[in-house]
């Protein structure tokens, strides 16, 4: 078996080798102590730190969903993730109508455009053709969330500093 003990994986360093408190379920009872650079211990198998990329004791996790929710906090504004209305987003996936907001209805057999402010989703209208239906949801678009960008670059700088102050 391959000694690990000075190894560095990710944020762990291996310390030594020591007996799992219970048998694996390929028979290996063999397990790695490691220390993270946070400080915390933790046992681990060869499998996790080699094979499956283990490279914490969990508090890169934490971090990085702290920095996601920092990150957050900053683009949103006024109840509106200022990156969802960004007129340069491009389509969803599973868009099959190639406008973003626009999709054929089944049941009504129209083009129905929508348009989300809020945590909300407001229908703009249905339409016999795909390129009235685009043309509604490029006008909702100017007149809903044009303004709300605008507001919100303006007033950027402002929040930027607001948050960092409160976070640090």
């Known amino acids: 078996m391959e000694d690990l003990t000075g190894k560095r994986f990710g944020r762990l360093i291996v310390l030594s080798q020591e007996d799992l408190p219970e048998k694996q379920s390929n028979g290996n009872t063999v397990g790695w102590r490691c220390r993270c650079d946070c400080g915390k211990e933790i046992v681990a198998t060869r499998k996790q730190l080699v094979n499956q990329g283990l490279k914490s ?31 340069d987003r491009r389509p969803n996936k599973n868009n099959t109508s190639g406008v973003k907001g626009v999709y054929w209805s089944k049941s009504e057999k129209k083009w129905t455009a ?39 670059e303006s007033d950027k700088w402002t929040n930027i500093t607001a948050v960092y102050l409160n976070e640090c």
């Open 57 to 87: 004791c969990g508090c890169l996790l934490s971090d990085t969903a702290r920095d996601k929710i920092k990150n957050n906090v900053l683009c949103h504004y006024k109840g509106t993730t200022i990156s969802a209305i960004n007129p």
């Open 114 to 152: 929508k348009i989300g402010l809020q945590n909300k989703s407001i229908t703009i209208g249905r339409f016999d053709t795909l390129e009235d239906a685009a043309k509604a949801r490029k006008q909702a678009e100017k007149d809903v969330h044009a303004p709300i960008i605008a507001e919100y």
